[in-house]
């Protein structure tokens, strides 16, 4: 519920707007943290943080006087010096979301993830999270050579440095793992008391489970609909794959499928090529690929680069690629895939923005570096806001809300912009068609936001005929 969604629940966007309304103006809603984390429930959490082992238990206990008395929204999620501190955003990445071993996923109980904990009361919720927290113990990698380890979620939580974060203190930083641990149990706490304030009936965690049936425990089979929908295409780029659900693509009859995968991450691009296009498969370039890339580094499983044979007797070099956050890794990858030569057919999500910065990789920036290659995108260079990809903006329902885009305002301020790309050589293609997705049903609904309930991704899909070139 971290992301604003499109939902068939009109309870959905008055949900929301209610907690928007909620942080924005609680009135007397907004109770001392006492109300809701209670003395007693301090006191455990101290009990279990001493058990631990923990240096500065009593320190916390300290801080937790002036942290007890201080007003849940005021005070507590829209404190700026909270979250400069990292106090609730730094445990809540650890513990959010936990990859496991076995290659399922533990969640901490918490309305903001997609755990399936009953969190009808902080009463309700108090001890899920506490046995969660200090006493499950989870198999989880330890690295690429397959070697695991057994770790209760307590034992993930690592020191804020002041180095990094100059706004924690020197003395916060030494107690640093027991206040964090304090700090997201009250965040938790206070989600948990605001939802039930806001929907009594508790039908606010029915809008919950929807949403992670959608985006989470369905996705993979929602995105399966949607790629058979579009299997007869020779070439398809995917990004942000898990390793299984890319096992689970291998066993396609009609496709060849390559991918560089790294499970430590788990966020992998991959390749699949239609076996009556490319009847003799592919060879696998991407170390060549990287080889050749100078400056930003590619995060493992973020790249995946092949050379194969077309019927035709051409050959290409066909990669997929998934840019980071800002952009700044698409134009040294495409480069470096220049630099390897021969016809290239890229399928990216180059993280391009609508307007540029010094941080930002512009879309324009991008359409020019493409050109200076001999590269182009499958858009028209005209006006890049008829092209755009995402439409996505955060909820007030997260641990850093100076990253919160209000409901009126997720236009303006969510990440709507044309990030993904078809590229290929001037002159060797013709796009004869280009559409966007963003239903699963071959249509783009512009201005609205996803993921939804019928399409699990953040980015649209897009799918390009090209025709070749006449010599």
């Not at 008391?193 to 029915?206: A, K, Y």
Request: proline share 4%.
């Amino acid at each position: 519920m971290e992301y604003w969604i499109s939902h068939s629940d009109e309870a959905y966007a008055q949900l929301m707007d209610q907690v928007e309304s909620f942080v924005d103006k609680p009135g007397d809603r907004d109770v001392p943290v006492s109300e809701v984390f209670t003395q007693q429930l301090f006191e455990e959490l101290a009990g279990y943080m001493k058990a631990e082992g923990w240096q500065g238990v009593d320190k916390v206990t300290e801080l937790w006087r002036e942290l007890r008395e201080r007003k849940i929204v005021s005070g507590v999620l829209k404190d700026k010096e909270l979250g400069a501190k990292r106090l609730c955003s730094m445990p809540d990445r650890f513990t959010n979301t936990i990859n496991l071993a076995s290659g399922s996923m533990a969640f901490r109980p918490t309305v903001i993830n997609h755990s399936t904990n009953s969190l009808g009361s902080v009463a309700q919720w108090w001890p899920q999270w506490a046995e969660f927290i200090f006493k499950e113990e989870l198999e989880v990698k330890t690295g690429k050579n397959g070697d695991t380890k057994r770790i209760r979620p307590c034992q993930m939580l690592t020191t804020i440095k002041k180095a990094k974060y100059p706004a924690i203190t020197e003395e916060e930083e030494a107690v640093s793992v027991p206040l964090q641990c304090l700090c997201l149990a009250i965040f938790d706490a206070v989600l948990v008391h605001m939802l039930q304030v806001l929907s009594p009936d508790g039908h606010w965690q029915q809008i919950k489970s929807s949403i992670c049936e959608a985006t989470f425990r369905r996705k993979n089979a929602l995105t399966s609909r949607i790629l058979h929908s579009y299997s007869d295409a020779a070439v398809i780029c995917l990004q942000e794959a898990s390793a299984a659900y890319i096992e689970s693509l291998r066993k396609w009859p009609t496709h060849h499928v390559y991918a560089k995968v790294d499970e430590q991450r788990d966020q992998n691009s991959a390749v699949l090529l239609s076996k009556a296009a490319f009847p003799s498969g592919a060879q696998e370039l991407t170390e060549d690929v990287i080889s050749a890339l100078t400056g930003t580094p590619v995060e493992a499983g973020d790249l995946v680069a092949v050379r194969a044979e077309h019927v035709s007797g051409k050959s290409y070099l066909i990669a997929s690629f998934h840019g980071d956050t800002n952009g700044q890794a698409t134009a040294p990858v495409l480069r470096a895939l220049h630099k390897v030569g021969g016809e290239v057919l890229v399928g990216m999500d180059a993280n391009t923005y609508l307007t540029g910065s010094s941080t930002l990789y512009g879309v324009q920036e991008f359409l020019g570096e493409c050109r200076g290659l001999g590269l182009r995108s499958c858009w028209p260079e005209e006006d890049m806001s008829k092209y755009l990809t995402t439409c996505n903006a955060r909820t007030f329902l997260q641990p850093q809300l100076n990253k919160a885009v209000p409901s009126s305002k997720k236009l303006e301020k969510g990440d709507v912009n044309p990030k993904d790309h078809i590229v290929f050589n001037l002159g060797s293609f013709e796009p004869v068609q280009v559409i966007k997705d963003n239903t699963g049903q071959g249509k783009y609904i512009e201005a609205v936001c996803f993921p939804s309930l019928a399409f699990p991704s953040d980015h649209g899909l897009i799918a390009a005929v090209l025709k070749p070139s006449a010599l």
